[in-house]
T-cell receptor
Framework: DAGVIQSPRHEVTEMGQEVTLRCKPI?????LFWYRQTMMRGLELLIY????????DSGMPEDRFSAKMPNASFSTLKIQPSEPRDSAVYFC????????????FGPGTRLTVL | GDSVTQMEGPVTLSEEAFLTINCTYT??????LFWYVQYPGEGLQLLLK?????DKGSNKGFEATYRKETTSFHLEKGSVQVSDSAVYFC??????????FGTGTRLLVSP
């Protein structure tokens, strides 16, 4: 059974460029989460969706960040324009439903903005 | 707001030593508590969880007991192995899907 799939695994880009990170949640899971991990700030929840609808985006750092979930099997996190301080590992996670269901994490995308 | 505090790492142990990683929390409601583990180059995996006071979560020899009176959820293992080397995250949720993580504690186990 496939887990959460993220692509690309590594992304190196230059400041000012648009970056798109992709996530495929586990089939049958209704909730999807985007996290960012840095040494300075640890793990931060950026946004989460339930049944493809954004529920809480209070963790999105600024307008340069946007996330979409057009269907139950795909989500994107876009940064435009990217800045060096966006360099981090971005994780996608999914869970079956609401409440305290276990979140299953993808392997992450390591983003480096030069 | 809700928060989780973990002991600073790294924790360095020899194989077969006893492990304790401390975790305390602050929450306005009645949280569920989790330990996640992150192996090098991988995403986080759920290690164990407890949903109410006095519950004990356990998995792969690791245990943690939900102590409401001390607002703690310390992780323990009686005999660590080199393969346990990883970063361990304590986390909580009050039921609205938002996991709040601690800063993580790196464990290094030497042969």
């Amino acid at each position: 059974d496939a887990g959460v799939i993220q692509s690309p695994r590594h992304e190196v880009t230059e400041m000012g460029q648009e970056v798109t990170l992709r996530c495929k949640p586990i089939s049958g899971h209704n909730s999807l989460f985007w996290y960012r991990q840095t040494m300075m700030r640890g793990l931060e929840l950026l946004i989460y969706f339930n049944n493809n609808v954004p529920i809480d985006d209070s963790g999105m750092p600024e307008d340069r960040f946007s996330a979409k979930m057009p269907n139950a099997s795909f989500s994107t996190l876009k940064i435009q324009p990217s800045e060096p301080r966006d360099s981090a590992v971005y994780f996608c996670a999914s869970s079956v439903g609401t409440g305290i269901d276990t979140q299953y994490f993808g392997p992450g995308t390591r983003l480096t903005v030069l | 707001g809700d928060s989780v505090t973990q002991m600073e790492g790294p924790v360095t142990l020899s194989e077969e030593a006893f492990l304790t990683i401390n975790c305390t929390y602050t929450a306005t409601g009645y949280p569920s508590l989790f330990w996640y583990v992150q192996y090098p180059g991988e995403g986080l995996q759920l290690l164990l969880k407890a949903t109410k006071a006095d519950d004990k979560g356990s998995n792969k020899g690791f245990e943690a007991t939900y102590r409401k009176e001390t607002t703690s959820f310390h992780l323990e293992k009686g005999s660590v192995q080199v393969s346990d080397s990883a970063v361990y995250f304590c986390a909580l949720t009050t039921g609205f899907q938002k996991l709040v993580f601690g800063t993580g504690t790196r464990l290094l186990v030497s042969p």
